[in-house]
């Protein structure tokens, strides 16, 4: 549930930091949840200053993310 990733949110490891994205800074962070590790991708409205929302979220694809889910393979 989304709710249950931003009352997480202290707890995501980041991924990929985005701070330069054309529609405003965004970062790629790993969460968890019930069913295990996924990639939750936050973001701020360029030029704003409201809370970051979530964009979307997806299960690291172990054929391109290292066994850490933080690493991507070569």
């Known amino acids: ?7 997480d949110i202290e707890l995501a ?10 529609a405003g800074p965004c970062v790629l962070v790993l969460q968890s949840d ?6 939750a991708l936050w973001g701020q409205e360029l030029g ?3 809370p970051a ?5 997806y ?9 850490d889910n933080r690493t991507r393979k070569p």
């Open 59 to 67: 299960r690291p694809d172990t054929e391109r993310w290292q066994a």
């Open 34 to 39: 019930r069913f295990g590790p996924l990639h």
């Open 48 to 50: 704003t200053h409201r």
């Open 13 to 22: 490891l980041v991924v990929e930091d985005y701070p330069s994205y054309n």
């Open 53 to 57: 929302i979530l964009i979307t979220t």
């Open 1 to 7: 549930m989304i709710s249950d990733l931003a009352k």
